[in-house]
Structure formats: C-alpha cells, structure tokens
C-alpha cells in the first residue's frame, strides 16, 4: 500500500492570537523539522524546538507527525481506519497541541511554522519533509527501543541520524537536577590534575570571564 499524505498547513502564532499565513521562506530563515507522534519523547522534541523559535524568530518550525495507515495513533481514535480524513484531523490536533507549548513558552516575537500529517513510515516522512524544506536541524524524540524490538526494526531516531543530511538532536524528557552554575575558581592545590570550568561571556566582540568588564579583554 503506497502512503498518502495530508499537506502541510502554515500557521504563524502570536501574542495577539492565531491566523493563517502564506508560506514565506527567506534565505535567512532555519528551517527546524520536528517528528512529533503525542508522546512523552515527542513532546520532548516539540519542547525543543518550540524553546528554540521562541528564543530566535528566525527559525521556521515544521512539526511532522506520521501516522501508520493501519494502526491509528492512540490518543486519536478512528472507526474508519486511517485515511486523508483521519490525517487532517491529526493535523488540525497537531496545531492544538503547537498552540499549547508555544503558550507555555511565552515568545516575544511571532513564531512561523508548518503542521505536516503524512502517513507513512515515520523515519521516511520526516526525512522527506527535511528534503523538501531543506532542513537545517531535525528534532525527533528517543523511542527507547530495546532488546530484539531494537534488534529488528532498529528505532526512528536512529535511521534518522544515519540518513539525514543536516544536524539532528535526539531529545529526551530532562531527569537531572537544576544545579546553580559554578563560579570562576582557581586550581586547587592538592588536586593538579583537576581544573575546574571557567565561566565567559561575550559582548561588544569581547570575550571575557564572567563578571569582568571588557576592557580587560
């Protein structure tokens, strides 16, 4: 069975509420794809790249979620099986789900993306929509596949960094403790062989330890 597709639909969200938008792709646009499926890991990756428009307007977000065309997604129900119908309502529940981590993100400029629902398989459509935009990064979610799951069918994280032709970021749901950054510290004397990190920034073309003016650059 050959896989079908539903077209993607541009959106652009702002403070001032949701319209619809013609594409508008300037050379100094980033495309982001994104591989979401409403899971845990997937939401990972939407958080990712939500984070990341967010902070920099520059980036355009393409959000793909791919459905099997014999196995509806679980959180999306169908009596019909899964058909153009069916990813258009993926689609249209792909944009809520965009809408909701773009609010909780708060961005301060108006952030430009695409919701694609393509049936198919996941690796395959999500790398076709990183060709078809000419990706600059790819986030997809860890599908923590193991024993002979992995062994047989290998994970969809893992095909897609084998074959992409752009960077990719497997993101993962972060389980460390916040941990107050070190300050600037000298080399203690009983441990020579440990340097502990020193922390810089830049400004005005300088690069500086944290806390010292620029002139001192």
Known sequence: ?????????????GQDGTTVAAPTIMSTQSAVVIGYNFSTTGHAALRRGV????????HVLHVVCVVDPHDPLPSIPSD????????????????VAVQEELDLA??????????HARIGKPADEILEVAREVGADLIVVGS??????????????SETI???????VVVARPKAYLEVELLPASDVAADR???????????????????G??????
């Open 143 to 156: 599908h923590n596949l193991h024993g002979l799951e992995r062994l047989l069918v290998g994970s969809v």
């Open 1 to 13: 069975m050959g896989h079908s597709r539903s077209p993607g639909q541009t959106r652009t969200f």
């Open 51 to 58: 984070t990341m428009a967010a902070r920099a307007p520059y």
């Open 106 to 115: 708060e961005p301060l400029y108006r952030v430009s993306l695409y919701v």
């Open 161 to 167: 960094v084998r074959d992409a032709r752009c960077t």
């Open 80 to 95: 019909t099986g899964v058909d153009y119908r069916y990813a258009a309502r993926v689609q249209d529940a792909l944009a």
């Open 192 to 210: 020579p062989s440990h340097v502990p990190p020193h922390g810089y920034e830049y400004e005005d073309h300088h690069v500086v330890l944290a």
């Open 212 to 217: 010292t003016p620029a002139e001192r650059c």
